[in-house]
């Protein structure tokens, strides 16, 4: 299984590992990472699981939708140009030892 | 034993888990037990008549949190708990196994049951309601048996239960009472247009049609009888005619209802020590003009909030607008607002998948949005909406009007 590591707002990180084809976002919550909300369970409505993604995988992850790309015009924290919705990110072996930051706030 | 017996909140979907967690964030310290009348820990009931549905996630991807979280987050979560009873004098919560639970704070969030066939034959078996993760399982266990569907309810939950079962190759038919579907939540534009993309789709479309019967076969349901006299082959049949609001609990305790637990801005109930979050609720709101009980994730999270933040003592009044969404086939239905009662509606784009949205007016009043495959619009009004923005009709039909532009004027200008 794929690893995702996890960096907080405080600094500390976790590293999980997620499943082949489930979403970054489940992954977080199942494995009980703190700081997504995921109030619509991933069905890209809320912009509550935002994350930024570490640069190095920008390129690796899988692009964005028009629909995810709208929903980031709503997010609590700041969008950035990394930023992306956790629950689009599906997860495969080519991004094992993806790095995400968690943003302070999802809501 | 703690000096202060803290918080029992009864119901752990959308709103009482989220209560309970939301209680812990604002700083709430007492001890929290969580009951649910449910085996499975607390999972997301929107992806039941969709993703989950179609097998496309399974149950461990329906969850909110582990259970360890709410280990971690001192929450003694209690499944496969029916609540009997509560006593307001004593302060307690009986429960159907006879254990009796003190409690200082309150929360009821009991949300709503499906609403039963008023039919001869519902009885039978083939019959099913999408509410819960046990009914969905149950349609799923018969499903590759089955090669026609009836649904009767043309609402949310019905359509989205049609579209994922003809995306799986069954033969849907979709009956509705009334003469366009989601009647109560959408105008005529959106109503017509998705009743189209359902029959291009494949889905029998019925409206203005009625159920008089449900015919079975050795105890198995064969056929559904048509107002009209026309009997349609169904192997299985999923019944969306609406829900009832679980309010018995608080009824027998005394709290005022009415069609749901009347609550105020903090989710308080007409007993200080008592709050109330989700379906189950009714309150008034600004984005009304009588007062709502709704049937939403929105208004669960929002709602049970600004309850956990009031139990904490750092009250955060509910005060969003209401918004909503559905998915049918390759369609996202977003909605924003309380829009029943418009009498005018300012379209966005030709009715298509490519996307259009509709701005409801009452007079001169912008009362909420719908859009179809076309978030950006959908954010933008429901943030405006927050602000009590008065968007102008004139402002809704101009195109070259960018409404993220106007959220961004509207905010410069607050």
Known sequence: MPNVTFKHHDGTEETVSIDNGKSVMLGALTSNIDGIEAECGGSCMCATCHVYVDEAWMDKVPAMQILEEEMLEDTAAERKSNSRLSCQIEMSDALDGLVVTLPETQV | MSADAGLVVIGASHAGHQIAVAARQAGYAEPIILLSDEDALPYQRPPLSKAYMMGKVDADGLIFRSREFFQDQDIDLRLGVSVAGIDREAKEVRCADGSVLPYTLLAIATGTRVRPLPVPGAHLDGVHYIRTLSDIDRIMAELEAVQNVV????????????????????????????????????????????????????????????????????????????????????????????????????????????????????????????????????????????????????????????????????????????????????????????????????????????????????????????????????????????????????????????????????????
């Open chain 2, 151 to 414: 649904v009767i309810g043309g609402g949310f939950i019905g359509l989205e239960g049609a579209a994922a079962l003809r995306q799986m190759g069954k033969e849907v038919a979709v009956v509705e009472l009334a003469d366009r579907f989601m009647a109560r939540g959408v105008g005529v534009t959106v109503s017509s247009f998705f009743a189209n993309h359902h029959r291009e789709q494949g889905v029998d479309v019925y409206l203005q049609t009625g159920v008089s019967e449900l015919t079975g076969e050795g105890g198995k349901v064969a056929g559904v009888s048509l107002s009209n006299g026309e009997v349609l082959k169904a192997d299985l049949v999923i019944a969306g005619i609406g829900v009832i609001a679980n309010q018995e609990l608080a009824v027998e305790a005394g709290l005022d209802c009415d069609d749901g637990i009347l609550v105020d801005e903090n989710a308080r109930t007409s007993d200080p020590s008592i709050f109330g979050a989700g379906d189950v609720t009714r309150f008034n709101s600004r984005f009304a003009p009588m007062s709502l009980r709704l049937e939403s994730v929105q208004n669960a999270t929002d709602q049970a909030r600004a309850a956990g933040a009031a139990i904490a003592g750092a009250a955060k009044p509910y005060d969003s607008a209401p918004w909503f969404w559905s998915d049918q086939f390759d369609l996202k239905l977003q909605m924003t607002g309380i829009t029943s009662g418009h009498d005018k509606e300012v379209m966005r784009g030709e009715p298509s998948a490519e996307g259009f949205s509709v701005f409801y007016f009452k007079g001169d009043t912008w009362l909420g949005t719908d859009t179809v495959n076309r978030p950006s619009d959908h954010i933008s009004s429901r943030r405006l909406l927050d602000m009590g923005y008065a968007l102008s009709a004139e402002e809704a039909a101009d195109e070259t009007l960018a409404l993220k532009d106007v959220l961004k004027q509207a905010r410069k200008a607050s």
